[in-house]
């Protein structure tokens, strides 16, 4: 009786909080992502002058002039303007070749479908610069070089296979009973592919839109080789800013903090679809 007294009344600890060893590594892991940005957030507030010769975690002299000049200056906010220009543009394209495609590879098999299927994938796997001197050739002759479309095209290389398989992962796990009750119904195949089929795998639309997009949006070597002036992009632009006095670092870290913006947008609205596609899909 006495044990269980002294038990009840015990001690059963000096009321510090217990830490969670996950939380704690995530919080690190957390910190060690976001560092880069919160650096480059704070350079761009800085002078040049407080760049090179002070180390401070924040701004002491705050400045926006740095974002002043991208805003206000032709050369910095129209390579932004193309960059979204291209961009969409691929991304309409390749989604919609991507979609027919796609659906063939799911729903028929023929001959050399599996070897077809491979060779789009390896396509995806070569390396921009791969292909970069034969588009430049290609658009040189043809007149394309220097425009929204040849950026937009040359992209397609890569992103049209990355939709074709991620699209093609969605459509296997959609019935295809689906497809012959609708053409029992009397629906064309245009009818059902795009009011009934294409909402059942918005999701997948929704995932490979956003993986066209990224990409395209953070691709430097082709936009780079196949623009010059027109339709030069806001990476090739940062890239080529150098002046006899040397780098202009604040407006370089605020128009790498403008170039995130677009990319963090895409994926606060389409995350519900991203995190679709981890569930269900080819991600």
């Known amino acids: 009786m006495a044990d269980m007294t002294l038990n009840q009344t015990a001690p059963r600890g000096l009321g510090l909080p217990r830490v969670n060893g996950r939380a704690v590594v995530m919080t690190l892991y957390l910190v060690f992502l976001l560092l880069p940005i919160y650096w480059l957030v704070n350079m761009s507030l800085k ?16 400045t926006f002039a740095n974002y002043a000049t991208i805003l206000t200056d032709s050369s910095w906010y129209m390579g932004y303007v193309n960059s979204l220009i291209y961009v969409v543009m691929n991304t309409v394209i390749s989604i919609t070749v991507a979609l027919p495609a796609a659906y063939a590879f799911s729903r028929y098999s023929f001959l050399g479908d599996k070897h077809l299927f491979f060779w789009l994938l390896t396509n995806r796997m070569a390396p921009p610069a791969v292909f970069a001197l034969p588009f430049f050739q290609f658009y040189s002759s043809v007149g394309l070089f220097d425009t929204h479309i040849a950026v937009a095209l040359a992209h397609c290389l890569f992103n049209v296979p990355l ?20 053409y029992i ?26 993986f066209c997009f990224m990409f395209s949006w953070v691709e430097l070597l082709l ?14 632009t940062m890239t080529r800013t150098v002046s006899a006095s040397g780098l202009d670092w604040g407006v370089l870290a605020a128009a790498g903090v ?26």
Not at 47 to 62: D, G, K, M, Q
Not at 163 to 182: C, H, N, Q, S
Not at 223 to 236: D, E, F, H, Q
Request: glycine share 8%; aromatic share 14%; net charge positive.
């Open 47 to 62: 002078t040049n002058t407080e760049i090179l010769n002070v180390f401070s975690l924040w701004p002491r002299n705050l």
């Open 163 to 182: 939709a074709v398989w991620i699209l093609e992962g969605f459509m296997r796990g959609v019935p295809k009973e689906i497809d012959e009750t609708a």
């Open 185 to 210: 119904d009397g629906y064309s195949f245009g009818r059902f592919f795009i009011r009934i089929f294409t909402p059942l795998i918005a999701s997948g639309i929704g995932v490979a839109a956003f």
């Open 223 to 236: 936009s780079r080789t196949l623009t010059s002036v027109n339709a030069k992009p806001i990476a090739a």
């Open 258 to 283: 403008l170039t995130i913006v677009p990319g963090a947008l895409v994926i606060y609205f389409v995350r519900n679809y991203i995190a679709k596609g981890f569930a269900l899909g080819r991600v």
